[in-house]
C-alpha cells in the first residue's frame, strides 16, 4: 500500500488556503444564502414518516457544489504551474467542465448510495474509485466516460491508501460537525448556519487536494509525460 497522502494534502491545503478561498468564497455566499432563505434538501418528519427529501433543492445544492469542485480544480491546476487564478476566471473554468462534472458525479452519487445501502465500505470503495474521474477530465481534457475508465484503472493500486484517508478525513468532518451541534443546538441560527456551510466548504477543499495528491501520484508514467509537483 502507497504511503498515506493524507498529512502532506492537509499541509498543503493549509499553505495555499488564500488561493484557494479565491474559488471557494462565491460559492460560500451562495451556499449560505440558500440554506437561510430555502429548506433544507433533506429533513426530519419525526415520528410521522421517513425524511422528507426535496429533489429540486437537492438538485440546486448538487449543481452548486459541481460548480464549485470545478473552480477548486481550476485553482489546483493553477498551483502546478506556480500561479493563482481570480475568481472570474475559475467560474468561467469550471463552467465549461459544468457538463462533463455534472455526469461524473451523478454517476458517482449514484454509485455512493448504492454501495452505502450495501455498506459503508462500498459505498467509500466506489467513491475513491471514480475520484480521479474530475481530475482527469480537467487536466487531460478526457470525455466523461474516458475519464471514469481511467480513474478505475489508476485507483487499482491506491484504492487501500485513498480509502483510508477519505475515512479518516470524513471521521475528522463528522466530529467537527458533532462539537459544533453540541455548542450550538439542533436548531442553528443564521450565523451558525453560515459555520455549517464554512466548514463543509473547508473540508470540501481538502477532499479535493486530497484527492489531487493522488491523481499526482497515480500519475501514468512515461518517459515525455511526468506529473506536475505540489511541492
Given at each position: 500500500?502507497?504511503?498515506?497522502?493524507?498529512?502532506?494534502?492537509?499541509?498543503?491545503?493549509?499553505?495555499?488556503?488564500?488561493?484557494?478561498?479565491?474559488?471557494?468564497?462565491?460559492?460560500?455566499?451562495?451556499l449560505?444564502?440558500?440554506?437561510?432563505?430555502?429548506p433544507?434538501?433533506?429533513?426530519?418528519?419525526?415520528?410521522?414518516?421517513?425524511?422528507?427529501i426535496?429533489?429540486?433543492?437537492?438538485?440546486?445544492?448538487?449543481?452548486?457544489?459541481?460548480?464549485?469542485?470545478?473552480?477548486?480544480?481550476?485553482?489546483?491546476?493553477?498551483?502546478?504551474?506556480?500561479?493563482?487564478?481570480?475568481?472570474?476566471?475559475?467560474?468561467?473554468?469550471?463552467?465549461?467542465?459544468?457538463?462533463?462534472?455534472?455526469?461524473?458525479?451523478?454517476?458517482?452519487?449514484?454509485?455512493?448510495?448504492?454501495?452505502?445501502?450495501?455498506?459503508?465500505l462500498?459505498?467509500?470503495?466506489i467513491?475513491?474509485?471514480?475520484?480521479?474521474?474530475?481530475?482527469?477530465?480537467?487536466a487531460?481534457?478526457?470525455?466523461?466516460?474516458?475519464?471514469?475508465?481511467?480513474?478505475?484503472?489508476?485507483?487499482?493500486?491506491?484504492q487501500?491508501?485513498?480509502?483510508?484517508?477519505?475515512?479518516?478525513?470524513?471521521?475528522?468532518?463528522?466530529?467537527?460537525i458533532?462539537l459544533?451541534?453540541?455548542?450550538?443546538?439542533?436548531q442553528?441560527?443564521?450565523?451558525a448556519?453560515?459555520?455549517?456551510?464554512?466548514?463543509?466548504?473547508?473540508v470540501?477543499?481538502?477532499?479535493?487536494?486530497?484527492?489531487?495528491?493522488?491523481?499526482?501520484?497515480?500519475?501514468?508514467?512515461?518517459?515525455?509525460s511526468?506529473?506536475?509537483?505540489?511541492?
Amino acid at each position: 500500500m502507497n504511503p498515506s497522502q493524507l498529512f502532506p494534502a492537509l499541509r498543503f491545503w493549509w499553505q495555499k488556503l488564500p488561493s484557494l478561498m479565491l474559488a471557494g468564497a462565491p460559492f460560500l455566499v451562495l451556499l449560505s444564502l440558500i440554506a437561510m432563505g430555502f429548506p433544507p434538501p433533506v429533513s426530519d418528519a419525526g415520528e410521522a414518516g421517513p425524511p422528507v427529501i426535496r429533489w429540486d433543492m437537492l438538485a440546486l445544492s448538487g449543481l452548486v457544489y459541481t460548480f464549485f469542485e470545478g473552480a477548486v480544480i481550476g485553482q489546483l491546476l493553477a498551483l502546478h504551474h506556480g500561479k493563482s487564478r481570480g475568481p472570474g476566471a475559475l467560474m468561467l473554468f469550471s463552467l465549461l467542465l459544468l457538463p462533463g462534472l455534472l455526469l461524473i458525479n451523478i454517476i458517482t452519487y449514484i454509485g455512493l448510495v448504492t454501495g452505502l445501502a450495501l455498506f459503508i465500505l462500498p459505498g467509500v470503495w466506489i467513491f475513491v474509485r471514480l475520484a480521479l474521474a474530475p481530475m482527469i477530465l480537467a487536466a487531460e481534457q478526457a470525455s466523461p466516460l474516458m475519464a471514469i475508465r481511467a480513474s478505475f484503472q489508476r485507483t487499482r493500486p491506491l484504492q487501500l491508501g485513498m480509502m483510508a484517508d477519505v475515512m479518516l478525513l470524513l471521521l475528522g468532518y463528522l466530529g467537527i460537525i458533532a462539537l459544533t451541534l453540541s455548542a450550538v443546538g439542533e436548531q442553528p441560527g443564521n450565523l451558525a448556519q453560515l459555520g455549517f456551510t464554512t466548514i463543509e466548504l473547508l473540508v470540501a477543499m481538502a477532499l479535493e487536494v486530497l484527492v489531487f495528491h493522488y491523481y499526482l501520484l497515480g500519475w501514468p508514467r512515461s518517459p515525455e509525460s511526468e506529473p506536475p509537483t505540489t511541492h
